[in-house]
């Protein structure tokens, strides 16, 4: 299903909690995604290499599948995987809904010394 179909599906019902977590959900997506983005663009017009690290809200919230990702740093066109073997380029791109919906993790980019 698109992000469309879901929240026609929320709309239709008037379940206006569940189209907020599908908008802030795919929000938060969209934001990682571009900050994701945003860093290859940087790299790929200086030539500066960057890399980017897993950060969480370190409090008693952060799902099992995400605690072990804090700090994690890798290349930018490196994947980070959960310890359920789930895998994403940034928060929010999981391939597994549970991994995304109402996650509050984001990236925090670093230039890379070479």
């Known amino acids: 299903e698109t992000f469309e179909d ?10 206006t909690r569940a189209l ?3 908008a802030e959900t795919e929000y938060h997506r969209v934001f990682n995604e571009a900050t994701a ?6 790299t790929r017009q200086t030539g500066r290499p960057v ?9 008693d ?4 599948t995400h605690i072990d990702l804090e700090g994690q740093r890798v290349p930018m066109n ?8 789930d895998q994403a380029l940034f928060p929010g791109g999981f ?9 509050r993790c984001w990236l925090d980019i670093q230039r890379v010394n070479a």
């Open 6 to 15: 879901r929240a026609e599906e929320h709309i239709r019902a008037e379940d």
């Open 37 to 42: 983005d945003g860093a290859a663009e940087y």
């Open 95 to 103: 391939a597994n809904p549970e991994n995304n919906v109402n996650c």
């Open 20 to 22: 907020q977590t599908l």
């Open 61 to 64: 919230r952060v799902r099992e």
């Open 51 to 59: 890399a980017k690290t897993w950060r969480t809200m370190r409090d």
């Open 78 to 85: 490196e994947w980070f995987y959960a310890s359920d073997g």
